[in-house]
Structures are given as C-alpha cells and as structure tokens.
C-alpha cells in the first residue's frame, strides 16, 4: 500500500458571516479566530503546504507575514447560498493548479474554530493508511445533553412536536428511561476539521454523491473525539468556550 504523500491543508473564512458579525477576525487569545489553525497546520510535518480560501482583505495581507498562501475565493462563493461543497472543490482544484500535482488528502479546517490539531492529523492520516476503504476522519464532540429524542419543533401552529416521530423515540428508548440524556447513546457533532481523500471530495461535487448533510465526507467516515469545548463558532456564547 502506498504512502499518502501530497497532503495540503486548506482553510476556508470569508468576511460575510451573519450569526456573529466578523467572527473570523475577533480576537481570541491575542490572535484573530481564523489565524489559529493556520499556525498549527504550518506547524504540523505531514502537511506540505497551507492555504486559506478567503474574501477577507486582512487576512489576505497576513499571507505573506506567516507563511500560508491564499486561494482569493470568487464572489460567487462568498454568498450566504454559497455550500461549502463547492468551496472545498474549488480550492482543491486551485491547490493543484498551483502545486502541480494532485493531493491525496485534504485537511480542510473552519475559520471559526481553533481545533486544528497537529497530533489529531497523524492520527487521521494514519488511519488513512491503514484503511484504504475510508473515504475521510473527521473530529467530533460528544453532546448526549443535546440528545435528539429531547428536541421540539414549532408544529406550525404555535404548539411543539417533538422533532422525531414518537414512533421512533418509542424505539430509540426501549427498556431506557427517557429522561436519560444517554437514553440514545453518544450522540456527536462534527465541529470542522475534517482529514478527506481527494476521491471522496470530487465524487461528492461531480456526483452528487456522499453521506448528508455533508457529503465530502464520503460515506465510509472515522471519527476522533475532541474537548466539547472546541466548537464552531455560530453563536456568541461559543466565543466564550475558546476563551
């Protein structure tokens, strides 16, 4: 079996965000968010080269003073409709036009997390390597107090339902008691960084193919678990978390 060699990184931050205005350039321990993965991957051996895909002027000017490069991402992809399906093809394709060559793996990292963990992608890339059927690994926290079965939605009509049909909690719950938080097993939320073969990236661009909502995961998907605290951030609250 060969050795996974073009391995490059790409993070992804555009200027636009709603939920928490600017949040990729907020400042958490003296650095801006989207700086902080970009400096471990640097850092992290097994990676031959960093990019960041971007509309974000400042971050463009940082490029040259810390060593990543920078993928200038098109205004088509900078919208709120924009998917990260396509932004992860275009700067997999925009990498390989640089490098010259293709990538075996991408490691795509959020710019509105600090998870990026250089001992956490030995670990990925060697299960990689040792599993050629695995389409990509993935980090994930684990939030049983998030569990499904307690979940409401509006019904429509100014009432709630519960978000799962009652037929299914009846067997998610069988013989458990249904105020355990546990009572649906661990249940873990992807909080991006994401270690992808090529193949699982342009099949889930060109094809249409791939496990839902995400589907550059591929569908055969190892997971690695990572401090709860370590999430994206899309509310104020989480800005906390990483402080």
């Known amino acids: ?15 636009g ?12 321990k003296d650095k801006p968010l989207y700086l902080h993965n970009l400096l471990e991957s640097l850092e ?4 031959k080269a960093t990019y960041l895909s971007t509309d974000i002027e400042e971050a463009i000017q940082a490029a040259s003073e810390h060593g990543f490069k920078i993928i200038i991402r098109p205004p088509a992809l900078c ?8 932004t992860i093809y275009h700067g997999l394709l925009a990498i390989e036009q640089q490098e010259g060559h293709l990538v075996d793996v991408l490691v795509v990292m959020l ?14 890339l060697e299960i990689l390597n040792q599993e050629p059927e695995t389409d990509s690994v993935i980090t994930v926290i684990r939030a049983n107090h998030f569990n499904p079965i307690r ?12 978000f799962l049909p ?9 013989q458990k008691s249904l105020s355990d938080k546990n009572s649906a097993g661990d249940i873990l939320f992807q909080n991006g960084l994401w270690v992808i073969r090529r193949q699982a990236i342009i099949v889930a661009q060109e094809h249409n193919y791939g496990l ?32």
């Open 1 to 15: 079996m060969s050795k996974l060699q073009n391995v490059y990184a790409l993070s992804t931050a555009r200027k």
């Open 17 to 28: 965000s709603k939920s928490v205005i600017g949040k990729n350039l907020l400042l958490i």
């Open 44 to 47: 992290t051996p097994e990676i």
């Open 79 to 86: 919208q709120d409709s924009s998917t990260h399906t396509e």
């Open 111 to 124: 710019g509105n997390t600090i998870n990026m963990d250089r001992q956490v992608i030995k670990q990925a």
């Open 151 to 162: 979940a409401y939605i509006d019904n429509g009509q100014g009432h709630i339902t519960t």
């Open 166 to 174: 009652q037929t299914q909690i009846n067997q998610l719950t069988c």
């Open 212 to 243: 839902q909502p995400f589907p550059w995961f591929g569908s055969k998907i190892r997971y690695l678990e990572q401090d709860p605290r370590l999430q994206e951030v899309d509310d104020l609250y989480q800005i906390r978390l990483l402080t």
